[in-house]
């Protein structure tokens, strides 16, 4: 049995072990606080909620910056996997069906964590660039979704791509639901109608 082999079959110290759950309860039950009460939690409220002393949240973490990242990185893995496409249909309808319907997962998912993201962007550069990161693949996707479409329209696409960008924004969508009224299903036909529109010559 190779050295990598067993690596998988050793025991995990208890230390270590300790120190992985630990991190992680500090992780979320930052993420809890500030989804409950929509903004970032003290030191001591996230050790009261992960059951562990305040002394201790700084054993795993720098400061309080380094957990702020690593619990809004999480937050941001976790609704990415809502919004992965496993494969992008030929089709330029089904394409367009697939992406509102993501996007509309993801937004749901992730919405009260984005809002307090963007509420605390002036004053914190860590939140600041995670929300940068996320536009910024999420435009990508679009431009990887609609590159065939896109490709065709020459001149106009990257016009285009910043509107479909507007459209399939976390912007669009609380305007949709909270503003307008719109149900879940409405806002998704939407943006489907958008998309058509501005892709289909």
């Given at each position: 049995m190779?050295?990598?082999?067993?690596?998988?079959?050793?025991?995990?110290?208890g230390?270590?072990?300790?120190?992985?759950?630990?991190?992680?309860?500090?992780v979320?039950?930052?993420?809890?606080?500030?989804?409950?009460?929509?903004?970032?939690?003290?030191?001591?409220?996230?050790?009261?909620?992960?059951?562990?002393s305040?002394r201790?949240?700084?054993r795993?973490?720098?400061?309080?910056?380094a957990?702020?990242?690593?619990?809004?990185?999480?937050?941001?893995?976790?609704?990415?996997?809502?919004?992965?496409?496993?494969?992008?249909p030929?089709?330029?309808?089904?394409?367009?069906?697939?992406l509102?319907?993501?996007?509309?997962?993801?937004?749901a998912?992730?919405?009260?964590?984005?809002?307090?993201?963007?509420?605390?962007?002036?004053?914190?550069?860590?939140l600041?660039?995670?929300?940068?990161?996320?536009r910024?693949?999420?435009?990508?996707?679009?431009?990887?979704?609609?590159?065939?479409?896109?490709?065709?329209l020459?001149d106009?696409?990257?016009?285009?791509?910043?509107?479909?960008?507007?459209?399939?924004s976390l912007?669009?969508?609380?305007?949709?639901?909270?503003?307008q009224?719109?149900?879940?299903?409405?806002?998704?036909?939407?943006l489907?109608l958008?998309?058509?529109?501005?892709?289909?010559?």
């Amino acid at each position: 049995m190779s050295s990598a082999d067993d690596a998988l079959v050793l025991p995990i110290d208890g230390r270590h072990r300790r120190r992985v759950e630990n991190s992680e309860a500090a992780v979320r039950a930052m993420i809890e606080l500030f989804e409950e009460t929509g903004s970032l939690p003290t030191v001591a409220e996230v050790a009261g909620r992960a059951g562990i002393s305040p002394r201790s949240v700084f054993r795993y973490f720098e400061d309080v910056d380094a957990l702020t990242r690593a619990a809004i990185d999480k937050r941001f893995r976790e609704a990415a996997a809502y919004g992965i496409l496993l494969s992008i249909p030929d089709d330029l309808d089904d394409r367009i069906d697939l992406l509102a319907k993501t996007r509309a997962d993801m937004f749901a998912f992730i919405g009260p964590t984005t809002q307090l993201v963007r509420s605390r962007l002036a004053e914190n550069p860590i939140l600041a660039e995670t929300a940068a990161r996320s536009r910024s693949l999420m435009r990508r996707q679009l431009g990887l979704v609609f590159a065939k479409e896109l490709a065709e329209l020459g001149d106009r696409a990257d016009v285009i791509l910043d509107l479909l960008d507007i459209l399939f924004s976390l912007d669009s969508w609380t305007q949709l639901l909270d503003h307008q009224g719109h149900s879940v299903d409405e806002a998704r036909g939407i943006l489907t109608l958008g998309a058509r529109a501005l892709l289909v010559r």
